[in-house]
Every structure is written in C-alpha cells, then in structure tokens.
Nanobody, 122 residues
Framework: EVQLAESGGGLVQPGGSLRLSCAAS????????MNWVRQAPGKGLEWLSV????????SYADSVKGRFTISRDNAKNTLYLQLNSLKTEDTAMYYC???????????????WGQGTQVTVSS
C-alpha cells in the first residue's frame, strides 16, 4: 500500500525542540521529492520545506528558515523535520507530502500522511 505515516509530534514549551518523522511505503522513496506542510488551527495549509530525492537540495519557507531542518534517510524510507526554537505560532498539524512531479516546485502533492500534532505552549 502506498502511504505516508508521520510521528513525533507532541506538547513542547516555547524554545524547545522536536523531531518529526515520516515513514514512506509502497513507492520508490529515493526517487521522490518530499515536503513538509502544516495547518494551524483555523488557518490554511502552509508549505514549510522540500527536499530532493537524493537529499542534496533543500528549501525552506521564510517562517521556518534557520529553525527547522529537513532531512531524509533513503535506506530507511524516512523523511524527517527537526524543529528547533519552537514558538507558540508553530502550533499546528504537520504533514509530509510527496510531489506529484518530482521537483517541479508547484506545491502539487499527490500523497499525504495523516499528520502529527505539534503544540507549543508553556
């Protein structure tokens, strides 16, 4: 079955850190460009970061640049997002998503995980 499954979310204090994981199955993970996207309560989807299939190219939204780091382990078919210096405004459901066309930059995704909740609160 083709699927993505996120994990690693939780409750963290402002300034804290979390590492999110996204386990992929049912497709050739290493050939696909992968993304992280989030949705805060009452708001729309916000694209956060993208990584190429070989992991050599990455890009970030300005809102998370310098605080979040995307990475992948193709041997484990797993995508990661390291979240540092968390702020209350980072509270959201976090999703991993696969590019429909690898690397086209259109934020057009054809596979999503179920999401993992990150809550930043004191």
């Amino acid at each position: 079955e083709v699927q993505l499954a996120e994990s690693g979310g939780g409750l963290v204090q402002p300034g804290g850190s979390l590492r999110l994981s996204c386990a992929a199955s049912g497709f050739t993970f290493s050939s696909n460009t992968m993304n992280w996207v989030r949705q805060a309560p009452g708001k729309g989807l916000e694209w956060l970061s993208v990584i190429s299939g070989d992991g050599n190219w990455k890009s970030y939204a300005d809102s998370v640049k310098g605080r979040f780091t995307i990475s992948r382990d193709n041997a484990k078919n797993t995508l990661y997002l390291q979240l540092n210096s968390l702020k209350t405004e980072d509270t959201a459901m976090y999703y991993c998503a696969k590019d429909r066309v690898p690397g086209d930059g259109n934020h057009d995704f054809d596979l999503w995980g179920q999401g993992t909740q990150v809550t930043v609160s004191s």
